[in-house]
């Protein structure tokens, strides 16, 4: 397939969706009662301060480098927004006019705090799975009181539920490039290769495009299962592939600010035994008959009982080898994984314009896990399958 490349991005977010984005935000924080939102941002949960503000730390996250890799937007439902930053940006590399560089981001939030009159006002936190406690008490001790902070992920979320059109073609790409990516990941898989060497086969896929890896999971052998040693990376370096190994591998990362997220399988220089064919047939059935029942005003849950039906029927257990892990088949894309979940708590209706991955992993005890995953936008008529550029069956 066709790898798209730097030259094929679509064009950046226009600034005054973000203007837009904030507008909303400011309605939904004042109708809670809130005198305004902090927007709290890292690396790798970045998805408050980049929805809000386009931006997005490049630093990872080390005590040992102390704020940085953490950033912040102040945004008063009374006054003009301030974006505190843990490095200097350009002027138009951000889409708030007042971005200031900090050399200890949690004073200057304090400081923007104070400034924008919301110093002992009840403030909404959005983000807040990357603020650390001792965030918390920096900032508090340098305004000399308690910070009162509610909650407002579950306020701030169902406003980015729905993707732009701008944001669609970024998705659109993303997946393009996540399906070229995995898909020379596959081609690759050859006895005798590692499962380094699919990682690598498919990096400068990824890398023309200007795209980075979150991480690549893999798993192999008979029975299917991750031979990496616990951390990173999620792929074992020297183990070569042997024939007829059930293999999977998980991409995904971002490529322009948007995520790309997609699994395949394979049977490793050998057809299939019959097992081995029917556990990766189920998985592609599994996610196809998923995809078919998601529409506007379907429920997350209803899908997900959906995939729970299915498996059972079966005889896998109810959540397939997710079993212990994570009991949802799927979530939201967009600037990264996003809620809701394919979850059976997630009561909300899915709507058109949603972005959503569905996934599983299964497989019986002489199998063991192989995994499938695609990504649709959700259109009134139909689902439009962002994935589709890359094959589902590899055997």
């Keep these: ?84 930053l843990d490095q200097r940006v350009g002027p138009d590399d951000v889409a708030v006019d007042d971005a200031r560089t900090a050399v200890k981001v949690t004073h200057d939030v304090a400081a923007a705090l104070r400034e924008a009159g919301l110093a002992g ?9 990357a603020l650390l406690d001792r965030h918390v008490r920096e900032i508090a001790e340098r305004l000399g009181g308690p910070l009162d902070l509610r909650p407002a992920d579950a306020i701030v979320e169902p406003l980015h539920r729905v993707k732009s059109p701008e944001e669609h073609e970024l998705l659109r790409h993303a997946s393009a490039v996540g399906g070229a990516w995995v898909a020379a990941m596959m081609e690759a898989a050859e006895p005798g290769r ?134 949802a088949f799927g979530h939201q894309m967009g600037l990264t994984v996003e809620g809701p979940f394919i979850a059976a708590d997630a009561t909300d209706a899915i709507v058109a314009g949603q972005v959503i991955a569905v996934e599983i992993v299964l497989g019986t005890p002489a199998t063991g896990g192989i995994s499938h995953e695609d990504v649709v936008i959700v259109h009134e008529d139909r689902n439009e399958v962002l994935t589709a550029g890359c094959p589902k069956r590899w055997w």
């Design 1 to 84: 397939m066709t790898a798209p490349t730097v030259a094929d991005r679509p064009p950046a977010v226009p600034r005054q969706e973000f203007a837009e984005r904030q507008e909303r935000a400011r309605r939904a924080i004042a109708d809670a009662g809130l005198a305004g939102l902090l927007a709290w941002g890292s690396r790798d949960w970045c998805w408050a301060v980049r929805w809000l503000a386009d931006h997005q730390s490049g630093f990872a996250n080390a005590s040992s480098f102390g704020d940085k890799g953490f950033s912040a937007l102040i945004l008063p439902v009374d006054g003009p927004p301030i974006l505190v």
């Design 121 to 129: 006002k009840p403030i909404g936190i959005a983000g807040e799975g």
């Design 194 to 327: 590692t499962e380094a060497d699919l990682v690598a086969a498919g990096l400068p896929v990824l890398l023309r495009a200007g795209g980075w890896p979150t991480d690549v999971v893999i798993g192999s052998g008979n029975p299917c299962k991750p031979q990496a040693p616990r951390g990173i990376p999620s792929f074992n370096a020297s183990r070569p592939l042997q024939v007829g190994d059930l293999l999977r591998v998980d991409g995904f990362g971002p490529i322009a600010g948007y995520g790309c997220d997609l699994a395949r399988s394979a049977c490793v220089g050998a057809e299939p035994t019959a097992e081995q064919r029917t556990v990766l047939e189920h998985a592609v059935q599994f996610v196809d008959t998923l995809l078919d029942a998601v529409r506007p005003g379907v429920t997350h849950a209803a899908i997900h009982d959906l995939g729970v039906d299915f498996l059972t029927a079966r005889g896998y257990p109810p959540h397939g080898y997710f079993e212990g892990f994570f009991h």
